[in-house]
Nanobody, 119 residues
Framework: QVQLVESGGGLVQAGGSLRLSCVAS????????MGWYRQAPGKQRELVAT???????NYKDSVLGRFTISRDNGKNTVFLQMTSLKPEDTAVYYC?????????????WGQGTQVTVSS
């Protein structure tokens, strides 16, 4: 099993910035994808950004140019730098990880951290 612990959420005014961090521990594998999802009240959980072990990134269109995902493989940590935050970015942000393993890959989720952007 892999445990994910997030930090860095909070309350910020529109236009402000926040940096989320997520540390993975436990039975981690060499190759993995990590990322962030979010869920706003009354809405489905949606992908925000992902990053592979090699550093390949993928972003939700609405955060392109505002959010940057990065990772430190040596520390099993993924970061999400969020800038120019908007009220519509308000949500619980969940850390996600997929470890590639034989015979089967497995996914893990963090508990979530609240991000609130006031207008």
């Amino acid at each position: 099993q892999v445990q994910l612990v997030e930090s860095g959420g909070g309350l910020v005014q529109a236009g402000g910035s926040l940096r989320l961090s997520c540390v993975a521990s436990g039975s981690t594998r060499t190759f993995s994808n990590m990322g962030w999802y979010r869920q706003a009240p009354g809405k489905q959980r949606e992908l925000v950004a992902t990053i592979s072990s090699a550093g390949t990134t993928n972003y939700k269109d609405s955060v392109l140019g505002r959010f940057t995902i990065s990772r430190d493989n040596g520390k099993n940590t993924v970061f999400l730098q969020m800038t120019s935050l908007k009220p519509e970015d308000t949500a619980v942000y969940y850390c996600w990880r997929r470890d590639f393993s034989i015979p089967q890959s497995f996914e893990s989720w963090g508990q979530g951290t609240q991000v609130t952007v006031s207008s």
